[in-house]
């Protein structure tokens, strides 16, 4: 199993902060994911990696960027936070060639 | 284009009664798929996949699930549905192509509702 942390758990920023949203990993896969998740609705990708120095753009990446430095670590930012940000953001991790995906607690953004 | 569809929002049945949540795809080459489930407030756990071998996939909480190749089918069953069984299921397809190789796409999600 993955252990997968996201810090924080909650955020309410102001409009047109940057923000940073943290996630991390101990089991030392390779493959990584964001998600956007409202409540009770579908994921959309935002981002995901392969590993070091690694990163793609998935479906709704266009207002934000990650960084892949350490295998553990996988940060998203949003540098210039707006209303339509608020969601759920999910960030998940696999491994091995036949993975699956583990999910961390998520990060519940709300932009004023 | 790839993509995985799950047909309906939201399905209801009766404590004790059969519980089918439905998902199609549309996949390049042999699909991986699997299924996951949200719990209010809580993070998506995972319950089965298939990748290979038995159509058949048994998983998590009693649930099992039938990969059909050729209605593109990959539905979630439970013989006899309980209460605490009502969450958010999704169906997700990993690409294995070579321009999405390990990505994630999921379906939009169906909310099964278990009724006492």
């Known amino acids: 199993e993955a252990d997968i942390y996201q810090t924080p758990r909650y955020l309410v920023i102001g409009t047109g902060k940057k923000i940073t949203l943290e996630c991390s990993q101990t089991?030392?896969?390779?493959?990584m994911y964001w998600y956007q998740q409202d409540p009770g609705m579908e994921l959309h990708l935002i981002h995901y990696?392969?590993?070091?120095?690694?990163?793609e753009k998935g479906d709704l990446s266009s207002e934000s960027t990650v960084s892949r430095i350490r295998t553990e670590h996988f940060p998203l930012t949003l540098e210039s936070a707006r209303p339509s940000h608020t969601s759920q953001y999910l960030c998940?991790?696999?491994?091995?060639?036949?993975?699956?995906?583990?999910f961390g607690s998520g990060t519940q953004l709300s932009v004023l | 284009a790839q993509s995985v569809a799950q047909p309906e929002d939201q399905v209801n049945v009766a404590e004790g009664n059969p519980l089918t949540v439905k998902c199609t795809y549309s996949?390049?080459?042999?699909?991986?798929l699997f299924w996951y489930v949200q719990y209010p407030n809580r993070g998506l756990q995972f319950l089965l996949k298939?990748?290979?071998?038995?159509?058949l996939v048994k998983g998590s909480y009693g649930f099992e699930a039938e990969f059909n190749k050729s209605q593109t089918s990959f539905h979630l069953k439970k013989p006899s549905a309980l209460v605490s069984d009502s969450a958010l299921y999704f169906c997700?397809?990993?690409?294995?192509?070579?321009?999405?190789?390990?990505?994630?796409?999921f379906g939009a999600g169906t909310q099964v509702v278990v009724t006492p």
């Open positions: 298939y990748i290979t071998g038995d159509n």
């Open positions: 998940a991790v696999a491994g091995g060639s036949n993975e699956k995906l583990f």
């Open positions: 089991m030392g896969h390779d493959k």
């Open positions: 990696s392969y590993g070091v120095n690694s990163t």
């Open positions: 997700a397809v990993r690409f294995m192509t070579t321009d999405s190789w390990g990505k994630f796409q």
């Open positions: 996949v390049s080459g042999n699909p991986y």
